[in-house]
């Protein structure tokens, strides 16, 4: 993107938003050339606001990283709030953006995608093919809505509207609710806390044996900016105009186990780590082919161990 370009980075203050924010910093944008609202100042599901806001801003580039995310328990009980409040927020971003000659956008989605039972590891073409994991479901279609929002709109509009789709994203601005946040900040305040309280012994739920993948939110937002940048002519050679979503991810996955003891390794635990073997595991393994976009020329940089330590920096920051 021309130096000089007005970037609206919608969801700025969530996890990946204000990563994508730095990311465009660091790589030279001004400041005053990234415009973003927080949600006081503008509201995404009010169509009208959405439509004057673009009117008035006329940004050149749209990253849309806002979204209503929350984990299983908050997306089994309110999943009428998640498929509404998600796909207002698309359609009002992606409408307004094409009525104001927005001719370059990147909509984040998410590895909920795709099907529960779909093959190892996930591939783009699995997007559906298979029933999705029910206590997301409404979250998961609403994503699915974001892609083919975008395909819709390149197709019968020519305009360039692309999509990424992350696996299990930690780092700086996550969340570390003790009930809602997911497993990286969850485990980070668990050992941190056991620490504080010198406990002999950190109980995980399950066998340790299940197998995820983790993305750092900087490679995430450095692998946004590198889809967003590509040439038309490139992009199009590794996607479909019906099937033109990129996965993202690291490419490696270890266990739960590993996952955990590298947790306490990082946060300065010396006690025992057990499991909890009455407990559900959940899926046995969860992991995305970005082949896509290493073909594309992007590969993560942030090893766990590094990215682990600078998660918890930012924990230490939030709590204490």
């Known amino acids: 993107m021309k130096q000089g370009s007005r970037i609206f980075v919608a969801g700025h203050r969530g996890m990946v938003g204000s990563a994508i924010v730095r990311r ?118 609403a994503k699915i809505a974001g892609i083919k929002l975008c395909e819709s709109y390149n197709r019968q509009h020519g305009v360039d509207y692309r999509s990424v789709m992350p696996t299990n994203l930690y780092g700086p601005g996550d969340n570390y609710h003790p009930e809602n946040s997911h497993v990286v900040p969850a485990l980070l305040r668990r050992f941190h806390e056991a620490k504080l309280a010198q406990a002999p012994v950190v109980t995980i739920w399950g066998t340790g044996t299940p197998l995820r993948e983790f993305l750092h939110v900087d490679d995430m937002a450095a692998a946004s900016v590198h889809v967003m940048d590509l040439d038309p002519a490139i992009y199009a050679q590794h996607t479909q105009p019906m099937l033109s979503h990129i996965n993202v991810g690291s490419g490696e996955e270890l266990s739960i186990a590993d996952l955990a003891r590298t947790v306490g390794r990082v946060v300065g635990y010396s006690g025992d780590i057990r499991f909890d073997t009455t407990k559900p595991d959940g899926t046995p393994r969860k992991l995305m082919d970005s082949g896509r976009l290493r073909g594309l020329g992007w590969t993560p940089r942030v090893g766990l161990a590094e990215g682990l330590a600078d998660a918890y920096r930012d924990f230490l920051e939030k709590t204490e």
Do not use: W
């Open 24 to 141: 465009l910093l660091a790589a030279g944008h001004a400041p005053e050339s990234i415009v973003t609202r927080t949600h006081a100042e503008l509201d995404l599901t009010d169509q009208a606001a959405v439509r004057a806001f673009f009117e008035a801003e006329r940004p050149d580039q749209v990253y849309l990283a806002a979204a209503k995310v929350g984990g299983i328990h908050a997306n089994n009980t309110y999943p009428a709030d998640f498929i509404y409040v998600n796909l207002m927020i698309q359609a009002n971003v992606v409408q307004s953006s094409f009525a104001t000659g927005v001719r370059k956008l990147l909509f984040l989605g998410s590895s909920c995608i795709y099907p529960k039972l779909a093959p190892q590891p996930m591939r783009e073409d699995a997007l559906l093919t298979g029933t999705l994991e029910a206590t997301n479901e409404a979250y998961a279609i």
